[in-house]
T-cell receptor, first 114, second 114 residues
Framework: AQSVTQLDSQVPVFEEAPVELRCNYS??????LFWYVQYPNQGLQLLLK??????LVKGINGFEAEFNKSQTSFHLRKPSVHISDTAEYFC????????????FGKGTHLIIQP | DAGVIQSPRHEVTEMGQEVTLRCKPI?????LFWYRQTMMRGLELLIY????????DSGMPEDRFSAKMPNASFSTLKIQPSEPRDSAVYFC????????????FGSGTRLTVV
């Protein structure tokens, strides 16, 4: 079985500053990794995913994430955040090949300060 | 496609009443998932279906909860009788495959049991 740890429940950042949201996973097999964003009073929306290939994955809204197998991490980054990026961000993992369902982390609340 | 459609968006009911939440998945998606989100427990998978058949209901909290998928375009999650601790946001999601493609989430139903 896979598991996901999002180390920070809240990350406050000033507008136009860079941000990194941390995600570590645990698995005995290869994995697929995802980041979702949840804006207030909305459902989860897929930001980006890593299935294979290049370890640097680019997603929507200027976000990117890097898969690091040796550190079992998939941290999400954005070079300059905007007030509209205020949301809850969820990391998720599934076994490579997609034979299992997604396991979600507990989420990180990104708070953008003006 | 209109995406995953859930109804109602908000539901307020009295303890002991029956509550039915509805979901229409994306056409052609073979998998349908029901999640519950609370502050305390985060996102919890309740049950998922493949081709209208329930595959894993180990996340259903107790016998008061039941879910059905009578056809490929409709699913219900029923709580009978409802209790205040059932108050949460319930999400439906659908997917082409179990893992790998990511899930498309609906906007959720915010349930309040008073």
């Amino acid at each position: 079985a896979q598991s996901v740890t999002q180390l920070d429940s809240q990350v406050p950042v000033f507008e136009e500053a860079p941000v990194e949201l941390r995600c570590n996973y645990s698995s005995s097999v290869s994995v697929y990794l995802f980041w979702y964003v949840q804006y207030p009073n909305q459902g989860l929306q897929l930001l980006l995913k890593y299935l294979s290939g290049s370890t640097l994955v680019k997603g929507i809204n200027g976000f990117e994430a890097e898969f690091n197998k040796s550190q079992t991490s998939f941290h999400l980054r954005k070079p300059s955040v905007h007030i509209s990026d205020t949301a809850e961000y969820f990391c998720a993992v599934t076994a490579g090949g997609g034979a299992d369902g997604l396991t979600f982390g507990k989420g990180t609340h990104l708070i953008i300060q003006p | 496609d209109a995406g995953v459609i859930q109804s109602p968006r908000h539901e307020v009911t009295e303890m002991g009443q029956e509550v039915t939440l509805r979901c229409k998945p994306i056409s052609g998606h073979d998998y349908l998932f029901w999640y519950r989100q609370t502050m305390m427990r985060g996102l919890e998978l309740l049950i998922y279906f493949n081709n209208n058949v329930p595959i894993d209901d180990s996340g259903m909290p107790e016998d008061r909860f039941s879910a059905k998928m009578p056809n490929a375009s409709f699913s219900t999650l029923k709580i009978q009788p409802s209790e205040p601790r059932d108050s949460a946001v319930y999400f439906c999601a659908s997917s082409l495959v179990l893992g790998g493609a990511g899930y498309t989430f609906g906007s959720g139903t915010r349930l309040t049991v008073v």
